[in-house]
């Protein structure tokens, strides 16, 4: 009986053993993980990009105000006195 007990008690203390050092595995990665800065430079990408878009739409919004309300009415009242010349 004292030889079973020692096993067990053996293995008991393995399985201990192991699940401590599965644990302090677990949070070595959990640490490792969390102060990694790697993906750093995606957001800052990320954020160039969103600048990007809005300065173009920007620019593209007031080079349509400035065509439609300069440009195509010049354009208009030319080509309308072109075709009405009465000389």
Do not use: C, H, W
């Amino acid at each position: 009986m004292k030889i079973f007990m020692n096993k067990v008690q053996a293995k008991a203390m393995t399985a201990a053993y192991s699940a401590k050092a599965r644990v302090a595995d677990t949070l070595d990665r959990a640490k490792t993980t969390v102060s990694n800065r790697s993906g750093q430079g995606a957001l800052d990408t990320a954020v160039s990009v969103l600048i990007a878009i809005v300065l173009g739409a920007l620019i593209l919004g007031g080079l349509y105000l400035i065509i439609n309300g300069t440009v195509l009415p010049t354009i208009t009242e030319r080509i309308k006195e072109m075709f009405n010349y009465k000389g």
